[in-house]
Each structure stands twice: as structure tokens, then as C-alpha cells.
């Protein structure tokens, strides 16, 4: 599951990679003004970085999450092998006491 997660996170970012560069190229064999191509490249990089920006903050949250899912997975399996521990420690205290 995780590789997925890694795998999305990575094909959106090669997407718009792929989609700036396609846009500057447009950009830069349009048969326009200098000026006016700046402007729509700076509106673009904009566009860009915003969508970077919201698919950081959503990779951080996925992070965060998988992070919490893993402690308590942990703190689950300790909690097991405690009792089976305590269960294991009460088994050799009655087996002594009966010998």
C-alpha cells in the first residue's frame, strides 16, 4: 500500500512536470509578444507552485498518517506480547508452586 501511495505522489508530480514544460515550450514558438509571453509564463509557474504546494501538504498528511498507523500497530503487538509475557511468567509461578 505504501508504494502505491509513493507511486501516486510520484506520477502527479511527472504529470505536471511534464505539463510545464509542454506549456513554456507553447509558449516560447507562439507567434506573440515577449511581454505577453512572460505574463502567461509567470501565470503558470504560479499555477505550478500552488499545485506543488497542495500536493506537498498532502504527501505530509499521508506521511503523518502512515507514521500514526504505525505506532499504534506497535503498541498493539506490545500489548499482546506483554500479557502473553505476564501469561507465560503466572504459568512457571503455578507450575513451581505445585512442584
Given at each position: 500500500?505504501?508504494?502505491?501511495?509513493?507511486?501516486?505522489?510520484?506520477?502527479?508530480?511527472?504529470?505536471l512536470?511534464?505539463?510545464?514544460?509542454?506549456?513554456?515550450?507553447?509558449?516560447?514558438?507562439?507567434?506573440?509578444?515577449?511581454?505577453?509571453?512572460?505574463?502567461?509564463?509567470?501565470?503558470?509557474?504560479?499555477?505550478?507552485?500552488?499545485?506543488?504546494?497542495?500536493?506537498?501538504?498532502?504527501?505530509?498528511?499521508?506521511?503523518?498518517?502512515?507514521?500514526?498507523?504505525?505506532?499504534?500497530?506497535v503498541?498493539?503487538?506490545?500489548?499482546?506480547?506483554?500479557?502473553?509475557?505476564?501469561?507465560?511468567?503466572?504459568?512457571?509461578?503455578?507450575?513451581?508452586?505445585?512442584?
Amino acid at each position: 500500500m505504501e508504494h502505491e501511495r509513493g507511486f501516486g505522489i510520484t506520477a502527479v508530480v511527472a504529470f505536471l512536470g511534464g505539463a510545464a514544460l509542454g506549456a513554456i515550450a507553447a509558449l516560447l514558438l507562439a507567434p506573440q509578444s515577449g511581454r505577453k509571453t512572460r505574463e502567461q509564463l509567470r501565470g503558470y509557474a504560479r499555477k505550478a507552485e500552488h499545485t506543488l504546494r497542495e500536493a506537498a501538504s498532502e504527501a505530509g498528511q499521508k506521511f503523518e498518517e502512515a507514521v500514526s498507523e504505525g505506532k499504534e500497530y506497535v503498541e498493539a503487538r506490545k500489548s499482546v506480547l506483554r500479557e502473553a509475557f505476564e501469561a507465560g511468567r503466572e504459568a512457571m509461578k503455578k507450575e513451581r508452586e505445585r512442584t
